[in-house]
C-alpha cells in the first residue's frame, strides 16, 4: 500500500500547486495515505534573507485540509493534516506554545537553518571544510530531535548533502559515526519515525539517509521509516517509490509508520 508522509501546496512559501490539486493526484496514484506537511519555518524569524519569506497562515491551512476531508469522506486517501517544523533553538518555546493548538496528524521535524540562514543558499559552507561543517550540522540534528514539544517524524537525515559541494557529500565516514549512532539512538529511544526522502537533485544520490546510514539504523534496532517524496508540485508525489520501497525491504524493514491525530499505524510495504 502506498504512502507518501511529506508534502507541500501553495500554502508553503516554495509549493507550486494549490492542495486540491495535490490530493487529487494522490487519489489518482491510488494513495492509501497522503500527508500535507506545510512548512512551519519559524526558524526564518531568526534568519536574515529568510525572515521575509511568507509564513504558513495555520488557520486557513486547517480549514482547507476540512473541506478536503469532506470531499475524500470515503478515506482514499486519509488525507493527512501536518506541518514541517523547522528546528533552531530560537524556536522551541513557540512550538511548544502553539503546535498543541491544532489537532495535527503529523509533525516532520527538519533542519534547514544554520547560523541564520538557509543551507540551501551555500553560505554555511563558505570557507569551511566537509569535517567541521558535517559535525556541526549532526550536533544541530541531534539537539533537535531532543526538544520538548511533540513532533513524530524526523525530516530529511542529511539535508545539507543536497548543496554541499564537496568531492564526495557523503555523511558516511568512520569520523561521523559516533554522532550518528548518538542520532539514531535518540530517534529510537524516543520511539520517532526516520523518513526516506527522495526530493534530492545530486547526481550521486537519489534519496536520504543514503542507504548505509538507514542499514546502521536498523542494526541499532530502528524499525520506523515512512516513505515522504517531499513534493512540492503534483507530479513528484510518490516519486521514486518503487526504488525506495525495494530499497527498505532489502535493508529488513517491513511496515511504514504513518500518523493520525498523532498516533503510530503500521502500513506493510
Not at 488557520?59 to 482514499?76: F, P, S, V, W
Request: glycine share 6%; proline share 4%; hydrophobic share 35%.
Amino acid at each position: 500500500m502506498r504512502v507518501d508522509s511529506h508534502s507541500h501546496s501553495a500554502f508553503s512559501h516554495d509549493g507550486r500547486q494549490p492542495i486540491e490539486e495535490l490530493v487529487a493526484e494522490a487519489k489518482r496514484k491510488g494513495l492509501a495515505y497522503y500527508a500535507v506537511t506545510e512548512h512551519l519555518d519559524r526558524d526564518y524569524k531568526y534568519c536574515r534573507k529568510e525572515r521575509f519569506l511568507k509564513q504558513l497562515n495555520l488557520r486557513r491551512y486547517a480549514r482547507a485540509i476540512e473541506k478536503l476531508r469532506e470531499k475524500y469522506a470515503d478515506g482514499t486517501p486519509y488525507v493527512a493534516f501536518g506541518v514541517e517544523a523547522g528546528y533552531c533553538a530560537e524556536t522551541v518555546k513557540w512550538y511548544e506554545e502553539n503546535l498543541p493548538k491544532y489537532d495535527f496528524d503529523v509533525i516532520v521535524n527538519s533542519i534547514h537553518t544554520i547560523h541564520g540562514g538557509d543551507a540551501y543558499f551555500g553560505k554555511f559552507f563558505k570557507g569551511r571544510d566537509k569535517d567541521d561543517v558535517y559535525l556541526e550540522y549532526l550536533g544541530l540534528l541531534i539537539d533537535s530531535v531532543k526538544v520538548p514539544y511533540r513532533y513524530d517524524v524526523v525530516g530529511h537525515v542529511g539535508y545539507i548533502t543536497r548543496y554541499a559541494g564537496y568531492p564526495d557529500v557523503s555523511l558516511w565516514e568512520p569520523q561521523y559515526l559516533d554522532k550518528i549512532d548518538e542520532l539514531f539512538g535518540e530517534i529510537i529511544a524516543r520511539d520517532k519515525t526516520v523518513e526516506i526522502n527522495t526530493h534530492i537533485r545530486h547526481p550521486l544520490m537519489s534519496y536520504l539517509p543514503e542507504r548505509p546510514l538507514l542499514e546502521r539504523y536498523y542494526a541499532l534496532g530502528g524499525r520506523n521509516v515512512t516513505f515522504s517524496s517531499d513534493a512540492h508540485v503534483a507530479e513528484d508525489i510518490c516519486k521514486r517509490y518503487d526504488e525506495v520501497a525495494a530499497l527498505a525491504k532489502e535493508i529488513g524493514f517491513t511496515e511504514w509508520t504513518v500518523y493520525k491525530k498523532g498516533e503510530a499505524h503500521k502500513i506493510p510495504i
